[in-house]
């Protein structure tokens, strides 16, 4: 008896070893909410690289852009992230200085966006505009400037800048649409704004809820509501001043206990097989993926005359003085 339980014991242990020498590595991948939510692009982008890679790719949330990046800081070298997937150029400045971040090492030849992109640690996977979307049944005239919505009574909704890339998005729309004018500007602004939501996701279903006239979102949102609704309802208002230019990045983790798989899942956000993903289910423009083989109306959809964009260094200047005109602002 002690013989058999000793060898069935023994053949237990040789199959759990065995199953554990199966288990697939896992790649961590930390991302914002939407990126992961069943009708972002997280789903289609796990199970079209966990085709390929023979891993097991887990996204962990982290809230908006803004949140991502300072669980990063939090966290530090202890990270569990491989790779991180969401960051925008705002914020690759102070992304850097963690010093936890390792080169791409992926061509940035075929980038779609205007000014091309040159950052070796950063790798973009997809851009946009910052705009205000509105209802077209509550807003029949929309605004052709900030002065003109400054001049209505449209009631707008926002995030906040220092937990959303949106709303430090529109931080720098404004600095660099107007300088030393952007404490007038949000002085203007500050009595339309109903609500400062932490992130995305919170201030558009307010807005479709019908809590306000606009809110802060990008040219292409309207394009989802087209798209995969068939509701031709919503519009996003184009500002003389020109729109500030959002361009995502990803980045790999430089202590990653994955650096093979780390570099392999940056080589397939570069790919088609991730860029093709992109624009029906993260509502941006691809950022490698040719102009005619973008879906159709996103090619035909019509883009801002002037885009507006600061580079990494000074948008971090430019943040601190806008954050504070804006608390300013608001605060009265």
Same mark, same amino acid.
């Given at each position: 008896?002690?013989?058999?339980?000793?060898?069935?014991?023994?053949?237990?242990?040789?199959?759990?070893?065995?199953?554990?020498?199966?288990?697939?590595?896992?790649?961590?991948?930390?991302?914002?909410?939407?990126?992961?939510?069943?009708?972002?692009?997280?789903?289609?982008?796990?199970?079209?690289?966990?085709?390929?890679?023979?891993?097991?790719?887990?996204?962990?949330?982290?809230?908006?852009?803004?949140?991502?990046?300072?669980?990063?800081?939090?966290?530090?070298?202890?990270?569990?992230?491989?790779?991180?997937?969401?960051?925008?150029?705002?914020?690759?400045?102070?992304?850097?200085?963690?010093?936890?971040?390792?080169?791409?090492?992926?061509?940035?030849?075929?980038?779609?966006?205007?000014?091309?992109?040159?950052?070796?640690?950063?790798?973009?996977?997809?851009?946009?505009?910052?705009?205000?979307?509105?209802?077209?049944?509550?807003?029949?005239?929309?605004?052709?400037?900030?002065?003109?919505?400054?001049?209505?009574?449209?009631?707008?909704?926002?995030?906040?800048?220092?937990?959303?890339?949106?709303?430090?998005?529109?931080?720098?729309?404004?600095?660099?649409?107007?300088?030393?004018?952007?404490?007038?500007?949000?002085?203007?602004?500050? /009595?339309?704004?109903?609500?400062?939501?932490?992130?995305?996701?919170?201030?558009?279903?307010?807005?479709?809820?019908?809590?306000?006239?606009?809110?802060?979102?990008?040219?292409?949102?309207?394009?989802?509501?087209?798209?995969?609704?068939?509701?031709?309802?919503?519009?996003?208002?184009?500002?003389?001043?020109?729109?500030?230019?959002?361009?995502?990045?990803?980045?790999?983790?430089?202590?990653?206990?994955?650096?093979?798989?780390?570099?392999?899942?940056?080589?397939?956000?570069?790919?088609?097989?991730?860029?093709?993903?992109?624009?029906?289910?993260?509502?941006?423009?691809?950022?490698?993926?040719?102009?005619?083989?973008?879906?159709?109306?996103?090619?035909?959809?019509?883009? /801002?005359?002037?885009?507006?964009?600061?580079?990494?260094?000074?948008?971090?200047?430019?943040?601190?003085?806008?954050?504070?005109?804006?608390?300013?602002?608001?605060?009265?």
């Amino acid at each position: 008896m002690k013989t058999l339980s000793f060898v069935a014991a023994m053949t237990l242990a040789g199959a759990i070893a065995g199953a554990a020498e199966a288990e697939p590595p896992v790649l961590t991948v930390y991302t914002y909410d939407s990126f992961v939510s069943d009708w972002g692009p997280g789903p289609a982008v796990e199970a079209a690289f966990e085709a390929t890679c023979g891993c097991d790719l887990q996204f962990v949330a982290a809230g908006d852009g803004a949140e991502l990046l300072s669980r990063l800081r939090l966290e530090g070298t202890r990270t569990r992230a491989d790779v991180v997937l969401g960051l925008d150029a705002g914020q690759i400045a102070a992304a850097r200085a963690t010093g936890l971040f390792a080169p791409h090492g992926q061509a940035l030849d075929g980038f779609t966006a205007p000014g091309g992109w040159e950052d070796a640690d950063f790798l973009p996977f997809d851009w946009g505009y910052f705009a205000f979307v509105y209802d077209k049944g509550a807003v029949a005239e929309p605004p052709a400037s900030f002065g003109d919505l400054i001049a209505s009574d449209i009631r707008i909704i926002i995030q906040d800048p220092r937990s959303s890339t949106p709303g430090l998005g529109l931080l720098l729309w404004v600095k660099a649409a107007y300088g030393a004018r952007a404490g007038e500007i949000w002085r203007g602004l500050a /009595p339309h704004v109903v609500t400062v939501t932490r992130g995305w996701s919170e201030a558009y279903g307010l807005f479709l809820e019908g809590e306000a006239d606009m809110v802060l979102s990008y040219t292409t949102s309207p394009l989802y509501h087209l798209i995969a609704e068939g509701d031709a309802s919503k519009g996003a208002a184009l500002f003389d001043e020109g729109h500030y230019m959002q361009v995502e990045v990803a980045g790999r983790i430089a202590g990653s206990d994955e650096p093979e798989l780390a570099e392999a899942f940056l080589a397939f956000v570069r790919s088609p097989a991730f860029q093709e993903i992109i624009p029906t289910s993260n509502w941006m423009y691809p950022a490698f993926l040719p102009r005619e083989d973008w879906p159709e109306g996103f090619a035909e959809a019509e883009m /801002p005359a002037r885009g507006l964009i600061f580079d990494p260094e000074e948008a971090v200047e430019m943040r601190k003085q806008a954050l504070g005109e804006w608390l300013d602002a608001l605060s009265k």
